[in-house]
């Protein structure tokens, strides 16, 4: 899946990411986003070094929308996550990306079955990032069970 980044492209080109509906949509049509990718200069997302150009996945709350859901860096690769932690996402700051890395998202919370309300979870890997293109293409793998933290292969059990 391919996002292209907030500034420096065309409107019509998808920016962000959905993980209720499965889908990379534009951020002119929607607020129903869970994260989205930009590319700036001198730490203008609040992380990397002054001067630096960084690629960062923001999560709503980066974005001006509520702090629901977030976003981790992972050191693990991506097959061995096999269960998205509870906490430790950050909800109001970009995570800095390049080529290789590994991180897991929660949603904003929805409402599941039995009154429960909960996020789905997903992991992703940056599979190509192109600074010149403005895009950045990653592989995706997302729980569709409310609440369910499993990410490993099978039936979800957690």
Known sequence: MTLYALTGTPISTPSAYNL?????????????????????????????????????????????????GGLQ????????????????????????????????????????NFGFVRPRYAKLRVEALDLVQRSVTLRLVVDPNCGYRGLGPGVPQQ
């Open 20 to 68: 209720l509906t499965l889908a990379a949509v534009r951020t002119d049509r929607t607020s129903d986003l869970d994260f989205a990718f930009d590319i700036g200069p001198d730490s203008s997302f609040g992380v990397g070094t002054a001067g630096a150009t960084v690629a960062v996945l923001l999560p709503r709350g980066a974005i001006g929308l509520g702090e629901d």
């Open 73 to 112: 860096i992972s050191s693990l690769p991506l097959d061995s996550i096999v269960l998205a932690p509870e906490r430790g996402y950050e909800e109001r700051v970009g995570v800095v990306i390049d080529s290789g890395a590994v991180i897991i998202a929660a949603s904003r919370k929805q409402n599941c």
